[in-house]
Protein backbone atom coordinates (compact mmCIF):
# COMPACT_ATOMS: atom_id res chain seq x y z
CA UNK A 1 0.00 0.00 0.00
CA UNK A 2 1.43 3.27 -0.99
CA UNK A 3 2.33 5.79 2.03
CA UNK A 4 0.33 9.00 2.12
CA UNK A 5 2.54 12.45 3.66
CA UNK A 6 -1.51 13.09 4.86
CA UNK A 7 -0.77 10.95 7.56
CA UNK A 8 0.97 12.50 10.23
CA UNK A 9 1.49 9.79 13.11
CA UNK A 10 1.55 10.90 16.73
CA UNK A 11 3.10 10.01 19.47
CA UNK A 12 1.52 7.82 22.10
CA UNK A 13 1.51 10.46 24.53
CA UNK A 14 0.02 12.88 22.54
CA UNK A 15 -2.91 10.33 21.96
CA UNK A 16 -3.26 9.45 25.18
CA UNK A 17 -4.14 13.07 25.86
CA UNK A 18 -6.69 12.68 23.15
CA UNK A 19 -8.22 10.13 24.68
CA UNK A 20 -7.94 11.33 28.22
CA UNK A 21 -9.88 14.91 26.75
CA UNK A 22 -12.73 13.07 25.44
CA UNK A 23 -13.40 10.26 28.14
CA UNK A 24 -11.18 11.17 31.45
CA UNK A 25 -9.04 7.83 31.01
CA UNK A 26 -6.21 6.54 29.18
CA UNK A 27 -5.66 4.09 26.42
CA UNK A 28 -5.12 0.44 27.19
CA UNK A 29 -3.65 -0.04 23.92
CA UNK A 30 -3.29 1.68 20.48
CA UNK A 31 -2.65 0.33 17.11
CA UNK A 32 -2.78 2.10 13.88
CA UNK A 33 -4.96 1.35 11.30
CA UNK A 34 -3.35 1.05 7.76
CA UNK A 35 -6.05 0.86 5.13
CA UNK A 36 -6.61 4.29 4.71
CA UNK A 37 -4.94 6.90 2.40
CA UNK A 38 -5.63 9.95 3.70
CA UNK A 39 -6.35 10.07 7.58
CA UNK A 40 -4.24 8.32 10.01
CA UNK A 41 -6.25 6.37 12.00
CA UNK A 42 -5.77 4.19 15.68
CA UNK A 43 -7.73 1.46 16.85
CA UNK A 44 -7.70 2.26 20.82
CA UNK A 45 -8.27 -0.19 23.05
CA UNK A 46 -10.22 1.14 26.55
CA UNK A 47 -11.23 -0.26 30.03
CA UNK A 48 -14.57 -0.73 28.67
CA UNK A 49 -14.94 -0.77 24.95
CA UNK A 50 -12.26 -0.16 21.49
CA UNK A 51 -12.79 2.73 20.04
CA UNK A 52 -11.24 4.45 16.49
CA UNK A 53 -9.11 7.37 16.81
CA UNK A 54 -9.27 9.24 13.39
CA UNK A 55 -7.19 12.51 13.23
CA UNK A 56 -7.55 14.76 9.88
CA UNK A 57 -3.81 16.04 8.43
CA UNK A 58 -1.89 18.98 9.98
CA UNK A 59 -3.11 22.57 8.22
CA UNK A 60 0.60 22.92 6.64
CA UNK A 61 -0.15 19.27 4.65
CA UNK A 62 -0.87 21.09 1.17
CA UNK A 63 -4.22 18.76 -0.34
CA UNK A 64 -6.83 19.04 -3.05
CA UNK A 65 -9.98 21.20 -3.41
CA UNK A 66 -12.42 18.41 -2.76
CA UNK A 67 -10.17 17.49 0.24
CA UNK A 68 -11.37 20.51 2.00
CA UNK A 69 -13.31 20.26 5.26
CA UNK A 70 -13.98 16.87 4.72
CA UNK A 71 -13.54 15.60 8.47
CA UNK A 72 -16.39 17.97 9.45
CA UNK A 73 -18.81 16.87 6.48
CA UNK A 74 -17.40 12.97 7.62
CA UNK A 75 -19.06 13.32 10.75
CA UNK A 76 -21.96 15.53 10.29
CA UNK A 77 -23.00 12.91 7.34
CA UNK A 78 -22.63 10.11 9.64
CA UNK A 79 -24.64 11.71 11.83
CA UNK A 80 -27.41 12.16 8.99
CA UNK A 81 -27.25 8.92 7.94
CA UNK A 82 -27.67 7.16 11.59
CA UNK A 83 -30.80 9.92 12.29
CA UNK A 84 -32.69 9.55 8.37
CA UNK A 85 -31.81 5.67 7.57
CA UNK A 86 -31.27 2.05 8.54
CA UNK A 87 -27.48 1.73 7.03
CA UNK A 88 -25.27 0.79 9.52
CA UNK A 89 -22.78 3.47 10.36
CA UNK A 90 -20.56 3.57 13.52
CA UNK A 91 -21.27 6.31 16.19
CA UNK A 92 -19.03 9.34 16.33
CA UNK A 93 -18.38 9.55 20.31
CA UNK A 94 -16.62 12.66 20.25
CA UNK A 95 -15.19 15.19 17.62
CA UNK A 96 -13.13 18.08 18.53
CA UNK A 97 -11.98 21.09 15.56
CA UNK A 98 -11.00 23.41 18.74
CA UNK A 99 -7.48 22.64 18.20
CA UNK A 100 -6.68 23.70 21.66
CA UNK A 101 -4.10 19.83 22.18
CA UNK A 102 -4.03 19.34 18.77
CA UNK A 103 -3.20 21.24 15.58
CA UNK A 104 -5.49 19.06 13.58
CA UNK A 105 -9.20 18.03 14.06
CA UNK A 106 -9.81 14.57 15.22
CA UNK A 107 -12.51 12.65 16.04
CA UNK A 108 -13.52 9.04 17.72
CA UNK A 109 -16.08 6.59 16.91
CA UNK A 110 -17.40 3.40 18.21
CA UNK A 111 -15.08 0.43 16.96
CA UNK A 112 -16.94 -2.34 14.55
CA UNK A 113 -15.90 -5.86 15.15
CA UNK A 114 -16.16 -7.24 11.68
CA UNK A 115 -13.12 -7.01 9.01
CA UNK A 116 -13.35 -5.11 5.59
CA UNK A 117 -14.58 -6.27 3.04
CA UNK A 118 -11.65 -6.02 0.85
CA UNK A 119 -9.56 -7.93 3.60
CA UNK A 120 -11.34 -11.18 3.34
CA UNK A 121 -13.29 -11.39 -0.22
CA UNK A 122 -10.74 -13.77 -1.44
CA UNK A 123 -12.38 -16.14 0.67
CA UNK A 124 -15.84 -15.65 -0.07
CA UNK A 125 -17.72 -18.04 -2.35
CA UNK A 126 -19.87 -16.17 -5.08
CA UNK A 127 -22.63 -16.42 -3.02
CA UNK A 128 -21.71 -14.75 -0.10
CA UNK A 129 -20.20 -11.89 -2.31
CA UNK A 130 -23.67 -11.45 -4.18
CA UNK A 131 -25.76 -11.24 -0.95
CA UNK A 132 -23.05 -8.60 0.34
CA UNK A 133 -23.65 -6.50 -2.68
CA UNK A 134 -26.99 -7.08 -2.86
CA UNK A 135 -26.94 -5.00 0.98
CA UNK A 136 -24.92 -2.36 -1.00
CA UNK A 137 -26.88 -1.87 -3.51
CA UNK A 138 -29.62 -1.61 -1.32
CA UNK A 139 -27.95 0.57 1.60
CA UNK A 140 -26.69 2.72 -1.38
CA UNK A 141 -30.11 3.60 -2.80
CA UNK A 142 -31.20 4.12 1.12
CA UNK A 143 -28.92 7.30 1.14
CA UNK A 144 -29.38 8.19 -2.06
CA UNK A 145 -33.01 9.14 -0.82
CA UNK A 146 -31.78 11.84 1.23
CA UNK A 147 -32.58 14.63 -0.47
CA UNK A 148 -30.55 18.04 -0.06
CA UNK A 149 -31.36 22.18 -1.59
CA UNK A 150 -27.98 22.36 -3.01
CA UNK A 151 -25.50 20.40 -5.67
CA UNK A 152 -21.68 20.41 -4.33
CA UNK A 153 -19.61 18.77 -1.83
CA UNK A 154 -21.55 18.06 1.40
CA UNK A 155 -19.67 21.26 3.48
CA UNK A 156 -18.07 23.60 1.35
CA UNK A 157 -21.38 25.52 0.65
CA UNK A 158 -19.18 28.30 -1.26
CA UNK A 159 -18.71 26.37 -4.07
CA UNK A 160 -22.62 24.58 -4.04
CA UNK A 161 -25.09 25.67 -6.54
CA UNK A 162 -28.71 24.72 -8.37
CA UNK A 163 -27.39 23.55 -11.48
CA UNK A 164 -25.76 19.91 -11.60
CA UNK A 165 -23.66 20.55 -14.72
CA UNK A 166 -22.40 23.83 -13.56
CA UNK A 167 -21.44 22.43 -10.47
CA UNK A 168 -19.89 19.32 -11.83
CA UNK A 169 -18.01 21.00 -14.33
CA UNK A 170 -16.49 23.27 -11.79
CA UNK A 171 -15.34 20.24 -9.70
CA UNK A 172 -13.74 18.59 -13.26
CA UNK A 173 -12.20 22.47 -13.54
CA UNK A 174 -10.60 22.47 -9.62
CA UNK A 175 -8.71 19.30 -10.80
CA UNK A 176 -7.04 21.15 -13.67
CA UNK A 177 -6.49 23.85 -10.70
CA UNK A 178 -4.97 21.47 -8.27
CA UNK A 179 -3.14 19.92 -11.12
CA UNK A 180 -1.05 23.44 -12.10
CA UNK A 181 -0.66 24.23 -8.12
CA UNK A 182 1.38 20.91 -8.32
CA UNK A 183 2.69 20.98 -12.05
CA UNK A 184 1.44 17.31 -12.69
CA UNK A 185 0.75 16.25 -16.17
CA UNK A 186 -2.76 15.37 -16.80
CA UNK A 187 -3.18 13.18 -20.56
CA UNK A 188 -6.04 15.49 -21.66
CA UNK A 189 -5.75 18.63 -22.13
CA UNK A 190 -8.31 20.64 -20.01
CA UNK A 191 -9.77 22.48 -23.18
CA UNK A 192 -10.64 19.08 -24.44
CA UNK A 193 -12.40 17.49 -21.94
CA UNK A 194 -14.47 20.95 -21.51
CA UNK A 195 -15.54 20.67 -25.03
CA UNK A 196 -16.54 17.07 -24.95
CA UNK A 197 -18.36 17.79 -21.46
CA UNK A 198 -20.65 20.93 -23.41
CA UNK A 199 -21.31 18.45 -25.69
CA UNK A 200 -22.72 16.27 -23.35
CA UNK A 201 -24.76 18.82 -21.12
CA UNK A 202 -28.25 18.27 -22.24
CA UNK A 203 -27.82 14.79 -20.35
CA UNK A 204 -26.80 16.24 -17.07
CA UNK A 205 -30.26 18.36 -17.70
CA UNK A 206 -31.99 15.04 -16.06
CA UNK A 207 -30.23 15.82 -12.34
CA UNK A 208 -32.93 17.91 -10.85
CA UNK A 209 -32.49 17.18 -7.34
CA UNK A 210 -29.44 16.70 -4.63
CA UNK A 211 -29.33 13.41 -3.94
CA UNK A 212 -26.76 12.56 -0.82
CA UNK A 213 -23.99 10.21 -2.11
CA UNK A 214 -21.51 8.93 0.04
CA UNK A 215 -18.94 8.23 -3.39
CA UNK A 216 -16.40 6.09 -1.71
CA UNK A 217 -18.23 2.71 -0.83
CA UNK A 218 -15.68 0.18 -1.80
CA UNK A 219 -14.51 -2.98 -0.21
CA UNK A 220 -12.22 -1.29 2.05
CA UNK A 221 -15.14 0.95 3.54
CA UNK A 222 -17.49 -2.11 4.19
CA UNK A 223 -16.98 -3.80 7.05
CA UNK A 224 -18.30 -7.69 7.38
CA UNK A 225 -19.38 -9.67 10.38
CA UNK A 226 -21.08 -13.05 10.48
CA UNK A 227 -21.29 -12.39 6.56
CA UNK A 228 -23.82 -9.89 7.13
CA UNK A 229 -22.31 -6.03 6.30
CA UNK A 230 -21.96 -4.25 9.69
CA UNK A 231 -20.83 -0.97 8.92
CA UNK A 232 -20.12 1.41 6.38
CA UNK A 233 -17.54 3.91 6.68
CA UNK A 234 -15.37 6.91 5.44
CA UNK A 235 -17.86 9.45 4.62
CA UNK A 236 -15.28 12.34 4.47
CA UNK A 237 -15.79 12.86 0.75
CA UNK A 238 -19.51 12.80 0.34
CA UNK A 239 -21.77 15.86 -1.59
CA UNK A 240 -25.09 16.80 -2.62
CA UNK A 241 -24.70 14.96 -6.26
CA UNK A 242 -26.18 12.53 -8.68
CA UNK A 243 -26.52 9.47 -7.55
CA UNK A 244 -24.24 7.96 -10.39
CA UNK A 245 -21.14 9.00 -8.74
CA UNK A 246 -21.72 6.17 -6.44
CA UNK A 247 -18.95 3.65 -6.35
CA UNK A 248 -21.56 0.76 -7.66
CA UNK A 249 -22.53 2.36 -10.97
CA UNK A 250 -18.56 2.79 -11.87
CA UNK A 251 -18.93 1.84 -15.55
CA UNK A 252 -15.72 -0.36 -15.52
CA UNK A 253 -17.01 -2.76 -12.73
CA UNK A 254 -20.70 -3.67 -13.80
CA UNK A 255 -21.89 -5.58 -10.69
CA UNK A 256 -25.50 -6.72 -11.48
CA UNK A 257 -25.98 -7.97 -7.30
CA UNK A 258 -25.36 -4.22 -6.69
CA UNK A 259 -27.88 -3.22 -9.08
CA UNK A 260 -30.51 -5.83 -8.30
CA UNK A 261 -29.87 -4.79 -4.61
CA UNK A 262 -30.43 -1.04 -6.02
CA UNK A 263 -33.52 -1.67 -7.57
CA UNK A 264 -32.52 -1.19 -11.56
CA UNK A 265 -31.77 -3.36 -14.11
CA UNK A 266 -29.19 -1.29 -16.00
CA UNK A 267 -28.88 2.37 -16.83
CA UNK A 268 -30.39 4.22 -19.59
CA UNK A 269 -27.94 5.59 -22.54
CA UNK A 270 -27.96 8.98 -21.20
CA UNK A 271 -27.41 7.70 -17.39
CA UNK A 272 -24.52 5.28 -19.17
CA UNK A 273 -22.92 9.20 -20.81
CA UNK A 274 -23.20 10.35 -17.23
CA UNK A 275 -21.65 7.68 -15.35
CA UNK A 276 -18.86 7.43 -17.58
CA UNK A 277 -18.25 11.35 -16.67
CA UNK A 278 -17.92 10.53 -13.15
CA UNK A 279 -15.68 7.72 -14.18
CA UNK A 280 -13.63 10.34 -16.06
CA UNK A 281 -13.81 12.67 -12.65
CA UNK A 282 -12.23 9.89 -10.56
CA UNK A 283 -9.53 9.56 -13.41
CA UNK A 284 -8.50 12.98 -12.58
CA UNK A 285 -8.47 12.47 -9.06
CA UNK A 286 -6.44 9.50 -9.44
CA UNK A 287 -4.25 11.41 -11.56
CA UNK A 288 -3.37 13.80 -8.66
CA UNK A 289 -2.89 11.62 -5.80
CA UNK A 290 0.42 10.71 -6.13
CA UNK A 291 1.87 13.94 -5.89
CA UNK A 292 -0.64 15.60 -3.32
CA UNK A 293 -0.17 12.77 -0.59
CA UNK A 294 3.70 12.08 -1.64
CA UNK A 295 2.91 8.58 -2.16
CA UNK A 296 6.11 6.04 -2.23
CA UNK A 297 5.15 5.02 -6.42
CA UNK A 298 3.48 6.36 -9.62
CA UNK A 299 0.75 3.73 -9.78
CA UNK A 300 -2.39 5.50 -9.05
CA UNK A 301 -1.32 8.29 -11.37
CA UNK A 302 -0.29 5.65 -14.35
CA UNK A 303 -3.51 3.51 -13.59
CA UNK A 304 -5.64 7.22 -13.81
CA UNK A 305 -3.73 8.35 -17.02
CA UNK A 306 -4.29 5.35 -19.06
CA UNK A 307 -8.01 5.20 -17.55
CA UNK A 308 -8.45 8.76 -18.65
CA UNK A 309 -6.93 8.44 -22.16
CA UNK A 310 -9.37 5.65 -22.90
CA UNK A 311 -12.73 6.98 -21.48
CA UNK A 312 -12.33 10.33 -23.09
CA UNK A 313 -11.72 8.50 -26.87
CA UNK A 314 -14.55 6.19 -26.27
CA UNK A 315 -16.38 9.51 -25.38
CA UNK A 316 -15.22 11.49 -27.76
CA UNK A 317 -15.52 8.42 -30.86
CA UNK A 318 -18.38 7.91 -32.59
CA UNK A 319 -17.63 5.94 -35.62
CA UNK A 320 -17.99 6.82 -39.38
CA UNK A 321 -20.60 3.62 -39.76
CA UNK A 322 -22.64 4.41 -36.53
CA UNK A 323 -23.48 7.90 -37.94
CA UNK A 324 -24.60 5.84 -40.76
CA UNK A 325 -26.89 4.19 -39.10
CA UNK A 326 -28.13 6.95 -37.40
CA UNK A 327 -28.96 8.54 -40.21
CA UNK A 328 -30.82 5.48 -41.75
CA UNK A 329 -32.59 5.51 -38.51
CA UNK A 330 -33.74 9.12 -38.86
CA UNK A 331 -34.09 8.73 -41.72
CA UNK A 332 -36.88 5.88 -40.73
CA UNK A 333 -38.23 8.35 -37.92
CA UNK A 334 -39.31 11.13 -40.65
CA UNK A 335 -41.06 8.67 -42.63
CA UNK A 336 -43.17 7.76 -40.05
CA UNK A 337 -43.87 10.83 -38.33
CA UNK A 338 -44.82 12.46 -41.75
CA UNK A 339 -47.15 9.05 -42.38
CA UNK A 340 -48.70 9.84 -38.19
CA UNK A 341 -49.03 13.13 -39.85
CA UNK A 342 -51.16 12.43 -42.23
CA UNK A 343 -53.92 11.39 -39.87
CA UNK A 344 -54.46 14.81 -38.34
CA UNK A 345 -56.10 17.95 -39.54
CA UNK A 346 -53.81 21.45 -39.95
CA UNK A 347 -53.51 23.27 -36.77
CA UNK A 348 -54.19 20.91 -33.90
CA UNK A 349 -52.04 19.59 -31.58
CA UNK A 350 -51.46 16.11 -32.72
CA UNK A 351 -51.03 17.73 -36.26
CA UNK A 352 -48.65 20.43 -34.42
CA UNK A 353 -46.57 18.13 -31.93
CA UNK A 354 -45.78 15.66 -35.70
CA UNK A 355 -44.63 19.19 -37.34
CA UNK A 356 -41.91 19.90 -35.01
CA UNK A 357 -40.90 16.70 -34.40
CA UNK A 358 -40.37 16.28 -38.27
CA UNK A 359 -38.32 19.46 -38.30
CA UNK A 360 -36.39 18.52 -35.22
CA UNK A 361 -35.22 15.14 -37.02
CA UNK A 362 -34.76 16.99 -40.37
CA UNK A 363 -32.05 19.02 -38.13
CA UNK A 364 -30.51 16.09 -36.88
CA UNK A 365 -30.30 14.72 -40.33
CA UNK A 366 -28.74 17.62 -41.53
CA UNK A 367 -26.11 17.50 -38.35
CA UNK A 368 -24.94 14.28 -38.74
CA UNK A 369 -24.32 14.41 -42.78
CA UNK A 370 -22.34 17.67 -42.12
CA UNK A 371 -19.99 15.76 -39.78
CA UNK A 372 -19.82 12.32 -41.98
CA UNK A 373 -18.74 14.71 -44.55
CA UNK A 374 -16.60 17.32 -42.65
CA UNK A 375 -18.17 20.17 -43.77
CA UNK A 376 -19.56 21.29 -40.57
CA UNK A 377 -19.91 24.82 -41.75
CA UNK A 378 -22.04 24.29 -44.57
CA UNK A 379 -25.02 23.95 -41.25
CA UNK A 380 -27.62 27.27 -42.34
CA UNK A 381 -29.85 26.69 -39.52
CA UNK A 382 -30.43 29.80 -37.25
CA UNK A 383 -29.76 29.51 -33.29
CA UNK A 384 -33.81 29.54 -33.27
CA UNK A 385 -33.90 26.77 -34.85
CA UNK A 386 -31.52 24.39 -33.47
CA UNK A 387 -32.63 25.36 -30.08
CA UNK A 388 -36.15 24.50 -30.97
CA UNK A 389 -35.56 21.33 -31.94
CA UNK A 390 -34.01 20.17 -28.89
CA UNK A 391 -37.30 19.60 -27.00
CA UNK A 392 -39.02 17.17 -29.81
CA UNK A 393 -35.35 14.97 -29.98
CA UNK A 394 -35.40 14.65 -26.16
CA UNK A 395 -38.91 14.09 -25.80
CA UNK A 396 -38.60 11.04 -28.27
CA UNK A 397 -35.43 9.70 -26.18
CA UNK A 398 -37.82 9.79 -23.13
CA UNK A 399 -40.80 7.63 -25.26
CA UNK A 400 -38.40 5.54 -26.60
CA UNK A 401 -36.88 4.76 -23.35
CA UNK A 402 -39.90 3.79 -21.77
CA UNK A 403 -41.24 1.98 -24.97
CA UNK A 404 -38.01 -0.39 -24.93
CA UNK A 405 -38.23 -1.02 -21.49
CA UNK A 406 -41.49 -3.19 -21.99
CA UNK A 407 -39.97 -4.83 -24.94
CA UNK A 408 -38.07 -7.88 -25.32
CA UNK A 409 -34.72 -8.07 -26.79
CA UNK A 410 -34.88 -10.07 -29.65
CA UNK A 411 -38.10 -8.52 -31.20
CA UNK A 412 -37.69 -5.97 -34.12
CA UNK A 413 -39.92 -3.16 -32.33
CA UNK A 414 -36.66 -3.66 -29.34
CA UNK A 415 -34.01 -3.50 -32.08
CA UNK A 416 -35.49 -0.42 -34.21
CA UNK A 417 -35.77 1.56 -30.96
CA UNK A 418 -32.57 0.35 -30.08
CA UNK A 419 -31.49 1.98 -33.18
CA UNK A 420 -33.52 4.98 -32.01
CA UNK A 421 -31.74 6.01 -29.17
CA UNK A 422 -28.48 5.78 -30.73
CA UNK A 423 -29.34 7.74 -33.15
CA UNK A 424 -30.89 10.88 -31.54
CA UNK A 425 -28.12 10.71 -28.67
CA UNK A 426 -25.38 10.79 -31.20
CA UNK A 427 -27.51 13.69 -32.40
CA UNK A 428 -27.68 15.52 -29.28
CA UNK A 429 -24.04 16.89 -28.95
CA UNK A 430 -24.29 18.07 -32.55
CA UNK A 431 -27.14 20.23 -32.07
CA UNK A 432 -25.00 21.51 -28.44
CA UNK A 433 -22.29 21.95 -30.23
CA UNK A 434 -23.66 24.04 -33.14
CA UNK A 435 -25.61 26.27 -30.88
CA UNK A 436 -22.23 27.26 -28.88
CA UNK A 437 -20.86 27.74 -32.25
CA UNK A 438 -23.72 30.24 -33.18
CA UNK A 439 -23.36 31.72 -29.60
CA UNK A 440 -19.94 33.12 -30.11
CA UNK A 441 -20.15 34.50 -33.77
Known amino acids: MPISITKGELTKEKINELINNAFEKNALQIEELTEGFFNVAYRIKLDDKSVVLKIAPSKDIDIMTH ?37 REYFIMEMLEGESLVSIIG ?26 DKFGYYCQTDKQGDNWYNVFKSMIL ?31 EAVKTPKFVHWDIWDGN ?27 FRTYGYNKAFFDGYGIEKLTESEERRAKWYDIYLFLIACLECDYRMYDNRGAYEWGSDMLINWVNELNNVSKIEMENA ?5 SMIDRSEKSREKFSVGTSQ ?15 SLIIS ?52 ALYITLPLLTKAISELEEV
Do not use: H
Open 67 to 103: EKNIMFSEVEAMKKTAENTSVPVPNILFYDNNYTILD
Open 123 to 148: KMSEAQKNEIYYDVGKYTKMLNQIEG
Open 174 to 204: DTYFDAERKSIAIPIEKDKILELLEKDKMNF
Open 222 to 248: IFILEDKIEGIIDFERCLWADELMEVG
Open 327 to 331: CQAIT
Open 351 to 365: YTLQKNRINALKIAY
Open 371 to 422: ELEGNVKSITFKKDELEKAVAPIKSLISKSEKAIGKLSQDTWQYKMLDQNIK
